[in-house]
Structures are given as C-alpha cells and as structure tokens.
C-alpha cells in the first residue's frame, strides 16, 4: 500500500496509545485539509503490510492501530488486510474517512464492505471548516461522527460511539 508516514505512539488518533498509519491519496479536497500532502496517490511510499504490522509488534504498550489519511477506504483492500493483523493481536481498530457512513454502506462496494468489516470504529465525512473545533475529541469539525461499527451493522442505523471510563465501566458520552 502507498503511505505518507507512521506515528508509532499516538494518542490524538483514538484512545490509548496507538499505531497510526497515514494512508496515501485522497480525492475529497476538502477546503483547509491538515494533511494536503498526502492527497496525491503517487505520493508517499510503497509499504508492504508485513512491514506495518511489524511496526504493531514493535511497542507492548499500543492499544490499537488508527488508519488515517489521506483516505484509507481509498487503498480499502490493503488497509483491510493491515487491519486484520491488528485485530489477530488483540488491538481494536479506528478508520478515517472523507466519506460519510451511509456512503460507504450502501455502495456494496467488496473492498469497502472489507475494510469496514475489520473496523471497530469509523471516523467519517469531510473535514468542514466552518463545523471546525478544537474541542471536538478525536475528529477535525463537529459535522465527523465517531460511530460503533459493529453496533451500527446489528442496528442498521449508525450508532455513536462512547467511551467506556476505565474506573466505572460505564459509558462517557462523546462531546
Ligand atoms: S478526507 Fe481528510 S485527508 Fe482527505 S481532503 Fe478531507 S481532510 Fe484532507
């Protein structure tokens, strides 16, 4: 797959300590995008996925791995198969994306049904400007939705995610 780069202990990208790999090529252009050099699909490098799930084994303390971007539904098959590798380590899995839930749900598209498959948790639609903040955990602007992947499945409706306060178990929800 074509990356842009790695961030081996990042704890901006998800909860815990994480694995982040920045996925290379993006066609969303949205207006005031971070990461405007990971857009072209040539850009970046080539990474095998034995080389980024070594990058898993590397560091006892991660919690899981986050694909970010770029877009990762974009490189969907191989980002799928990374993914794989960290859930077959007992890490749970975050991924990015320009598109919205719905999109990728309804285009029955294999590769895309693939990689939500191996996602715990979505991370989606564009980056928006004017819905921008500092404030909002994990996500850009307020308009991304942080959504449980597999509850949203079972549910057939996208179902947020909240986090689960270590000390009570109960859930926290998501500002
Ligand atoms: S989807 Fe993400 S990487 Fe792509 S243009 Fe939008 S903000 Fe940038």
């Known amino acids: 797959m074509r990356i842009a780069n790695t961030i081996s202990d990042s704890i901006v990208d998800g909860p815990g300590l994480r694995l982040t790999v920045f996925t290379q090529g993006c066609s969303h252009n949205c207006p005031g995008c971070h990461n405007p050099d990971t857009h072209d699909p040539a850009g970046g490098r080539e990474a095998s996925i034995e080389e980024l799930a070594a990058l898993l084994d590397h560091n006892p303390l991660l919690t899981g ?27 749970n899995v975050w991924t990015y994306t320009g598109y919205t839930y719905e999109q990728l749900t309804s285009a029955a598209q294999p590769d895309w049904t693939a990689l939500l498959d191996q996602t715990d948790v979505l991370v989606d639609g564009p980056f928006v400007q004017a819905h921008k903040s500092y404030e909002a955990r994990f996500r850009g602007s307020t308009n991304q939705r942080l959504i449980d992947v597999p509850a949203s499945r079972r549910a057939g409706r996208p179902i947020l995610w909240t986090e689960k306060d270590p000390l009570t178990h109960f859930s926290v929800p998501e500002s």
């Open 65 to 91: 791995l986050t694909l970010s971007g770029g877009d990762p539904f974009q490189q969907a098959d191989a980002c799928a198969a990374l993914a794989k590798q960290a859930h077959a380590r007992g890490l």
